[in-house]
């Protein structure tokens, strides 16, 4: 799903994109819930944008 979201874009590995971006849709989550702090939901969503600003 993500690495033809990162192919539409443009992205020059959508496939490696797509991996980065999978791991921070599925990490963060988990990350949040074991803290009990939804820190790591916005600090997700700050990396993914820093993923896509480099395309």
Avoid: K, S, T
């Avoid at 799903?1 to 999978?22: I, N, S, T, V």
């Amino acid at each position: 799903m993500f690495a033809d979201l990162a192919g539409e874009l443009g992205a020059p590995d959508p496939e490696r994109l797509g991996d980065l971006l999978a791991l921070l849709y599925d990490g963060a989550p988990a990350r949040a819930q074991v803290l009990d702090d939804v820190a790591p939901l916005e600090h997700a969503r700050q990396m993914a944008a820093m993923l896509l600003d480099d395309i």
